[in-house]
Protein backbone atom coordinates (compact mmCIF):
# COMPACT_ATOMS: atom_id res chain seq x y z
CA UNK A 1 0.00 0.00 0.00
CA UNK A 2 1.38 3.56 -0.99
CA UNK A 3 1.60 6.24 1.64
CA UNK A 4 2.99 9.76 1.87
CA UNK A 5 4.00 11.35 4.93
CA UNK A 6 4.44 15.17 4.37
CA UNK A 7 6.08 17.21 7.29
CA UNK A 8 7.85 20.62 7.10
CA UNK A 9 4.60 23.12 6.64
CA UNK A 10 4.07 26.37 9.34
CA UNK A 11 4.00 29.82 9.72
CA UNK A 12 6.82 32.23 8.48
CA UNK A 13 7.08 35.76 7.72
CA UNK A 14 7.25 36.67 3.72
CA UNK A 15 10.91 36.87 3.08
CA UNK A 16 11.71 33.03 4.87
CA UNK A 17 11.92 30.01 4.13
CA UNK A 18 10.67 26.77 4.78
CA UNK A 19 11.54 23.10 3.80
CA UNK A 20 8.89 20.71 2.86
CA UNK A 21 9.95 16.57 3.09
CA UNK A 22 7.32 13.92 1.90
CA UNK A 23 8.15 10.26 2.45
CA UNK A 24 6.68 7.82 0.52
CA UNK A 25 5.95 4.06 1.87
CA UNK A 26 4.97 0.86 0.09
CA UNK A 27 7.51 0.68 -2.64
CA UNK A 28 10.53 1.81 -4.74
CA UNK A 29 9.55 5.00 -6.38
CA UNK A 30 12.95 6.18 -8.48
CA UNK A 31 11.57 5.87 -11.64
CA UNK A 32 8.33 7.66 -10.57
CA UNK A 33 7.07 11.18 -10.71
CA UNK A 34 6.64 13.35 -7.66
CA UNK A 35 6.45 16.08 -6.74
CA UNK A 36 4.32 19.18 -5.56
CA UNK A 37 0.78 20.95 -5.35
CA UNK A 38 -0.95 23.44 -3.25
CA UNK A 39 -4.90 24.61 -2.37
CA UNK A 40 -5.46 27.86 -0.85
CA UNK A 41 -8.72 28.89 -0.24
CA UNK A 42 -10.90 29.37 -2.75
CA UNK A 43 -9.09 28.72 -5.37
CA UNK A 44 -7.98 25.37 -7.21
CA UNK A 45 -5.25 22.80 -7.08
CA UNK A 46 -2.16 23.86 -8.78
CA UNK A 47 0.62 22.58 -9.92
CA UNK A 48 4.14 23.63 -7.46
CA UNK A 49 6.93 21.32 -8.76
CA UNK A 50 7.38 17.76 -10.15
CA UNK A 51 10.69 15.92 -10.61
CA UNK A 52 11.74 12.77 -12.61
CA UNK A 53 14.84 11.90 -12.86
CA UNK A 54 17.17 14.88 -13.37
CA UNK A 55 14.04 16.55 -14.75
CA UNK A 56 12.04 19.35 -13.22
CA UNK A 57 9.31 21.43 -13.52
CA UNK A 58 8.01 24.64 -11.61
CA UNK A 59 4.60 26.35 -11.67
CA UNK A 60 5.35 29.99 -13.23
CA UNK A 61 4.37 31.69 -9.80
CA UNK A 62 6.93 29.53 -7.89
CA UNK A 63 10.15 29.82 -10.26
CA UNK A 64 13.30 30.67 -8.55
CA UNK A 65 12.68 30.75 -5.31
CA UNK A 66 11.35 27.49 -4.84
CA UNK A 67 13.53 24.00 -5.54
CA UNK A 68 12.51 20.72 -5.30
CA UNK A 69 14.81 17.62 -5.05
CA UNK A 70 14.45 13.85 -4.23
CA UNK A 71 16.42 11.38 -2.37
CA UNK A 72 15.67 7.86 -4.08
CA UNK A 73 17.46 5.88 -1.04
CA UNK A 74 15.03 7.22 0.81
CA UNK A 75 11.74 7.77 -1.51
CA UNK A 76 11.86 11.34 -0.30
CA UNK A 77 10.77 14.39 -1.71
CA UNK A 78 11.87 18.01 -0.73
CA UNK A 79 10.77 21.21 -1.69
CA UNK A 80 12.61 23.73 -0.45
CA UNK A 81 10.86 27.33 -0.44
CA UNK A 82 12.72 30.63 -0.57
CA UNK A 83 11.78 34.26 -0.56
CA UNK A 84 7.95 33.09 0.65
CA UNK A 85 5.36 35.29 0.26
CA UNK A 86 1.74 36.27 1.11
CA UNK A 87 0.59 34.43 -1.61
CA UNK A 88 2.15 31.21 -1.00
CA UNK A 89 0.05 30.52 1.44
CA UNK A 90 -1.51 27.18 1.62
CA UNK A 91 -2.00 23.48 1.83
CA UNK A 92 0.72 21.54 -0.01
CA UNK A 93 0.00 18.44 -1.03
CA UNK A 94 2.66 15.57 -1.83
CA UNK A 95 1.55 13.70 -5.20
CA UNK A 96 3.40 10.33 -6.35
CA UNK A 97 2.15 8.89 -10.04
CA UNK A 98 2.80 5.20 -9.78
CA UNK A 99 1.22 2.55 -11.64
CA UNK A 100 -1.68 4.91 -13.50
CA UNK A 101 -2.48 6.73 -10.09
CA UNK A 102 -1.96 9.58 -8.44
CA UNK A 103 -1.32 8.76 -4.74
CA UNK A 104 -1.80 12.08 -2.15
CA UNK A 105 -0.40 12.75 0.98
CA UNK A 106 -2.95 14.34 3.68
CA UNK A 107 -0.96 18.17 3.31
CA UNK A 108 0.34 20.26 5.05
CA UNK A 109 -0.18 24.07 6.01
CA UNK A 110 2.27 26.63 4.71
CA UNK A 111 1.16 30.29 6.15
CA UNK A 112 2.61 33.17 4.98
CA UNK A 113 2.58 36.45 7.63
CA UNK A 114 2.93 39.68 5.84
Known amino acids: QVQLVESGGGVVQAGGSLRLSCAAA????????MGWYRQAPGKQRELVANILGGTTNYGDSVKGRFTISRDNAKNTVYLQMNSLKPEDTAVYYC?????????WGQGTQVTISS
Open 95 to 103: YLYFRGTNY
Open 26 to 33: GGIFSLNV
